[in-house]
C-alpha cells in the first residue's frame, strides 16, 4: 500500500520518547477486529495487541492491552485491579476519553492520561503490533518499549 503514513497523537508520542516503531497500512473492515489485521500483515494474532478501554465501578475509564486472540476475563481483571467491576465502554464514551475513533484507539497519545493494564504474557513477545491511531493502521513496537512508554500495571487476565 502506498498511502501516506498518518500523522497522528500515537505516532507523535513514539517520536517524541525517541521509540522506533514500524508503520503498516492495511484495508480497514468494519467490526474485523485483530483477526482482519493479523491477516492482512500476515502476522500471528497473537501478537496483534487490542486497545480495548474500560470502565470500572465507578465509571472510572482505563485502557486494557490484551492480545489479539484472547479476551479479557472481566471478572478476573476487576479482582487483580481491585474494583467490583470492569466492563466496556460504549463506543461514544470510548471516544470522548481516548480522542480516537472505536477500530483506531492507540494507547500512545491518548486525551486524556488513562491508567494502563497489560496483559503479563504480551512481554514474552519481541514484537507486537498496536494500533496507530486511525482505522487500518498498526505500528510494529518492542513489547519492552509499552512499559517504559505507558507505564503499564501488569495483570493475568486472558481467556480463550
Do not use: W
Not at 498496536?130 to 495483570?155: E, K, Y
Request: charged share 20%.
Amino acid at each position: 500500500m502506498s498511502e501516506h503514513i498518518p500523522d497522528t497523537p500515537a505516532t507523535r508520542m513514539l517520536r517524541q520518547h525517541r521509540i522506533a516503531f514500524s508503520t503498516h497500512l492495511y484495508t480497514y473492515e468494519e467490526h474485523g477486529g485483530t483477526r482482519v489485521s493479523a491477516r492482512e500483515l500476515n502476522v500471528d494474532e497473537h501478537a496483534v495487541v487490542k486497545t480495548l478501554v474500560m470502565e470500572d465501578d465507578s465509571h472510572k475509564p482505563l485502557i486494557v492491552l490484551m492480545h489479539g486472540d484472547r479476551k479479557v476475563a472481566t471478572k478476573q481483571l476487576a479482582t487483580q485491579i481491585g474494583r467490583r467491576k470492569v466492563e466496556a465502554c460504549k463506543p461514544e464514551v470510548a471516544q470522548k476519553h481516548t480522542g480516537y475513533m472505536v477500530g483506531g484507539t492507540s494507547p500512545f497519545g491518548t486525551r486524556k492520561a488513562l491508567p494502563v493494564f497489560l496483559q503479563k504474557s504480551i512481554l514474552d513477545l519481541p514484537l507486537v503490533y498496536i494500533n496507530g491511531g486511525r482505522r487500518g493502521f498498526l505500528v510494529g513496537v518492542h513489547a519492552h518499549d509499552l512499559m517504559q512508554l505507558l507505564h503499564p500495571v501488569l495483570v493475568d487476565c486472558a481467556q480463550v
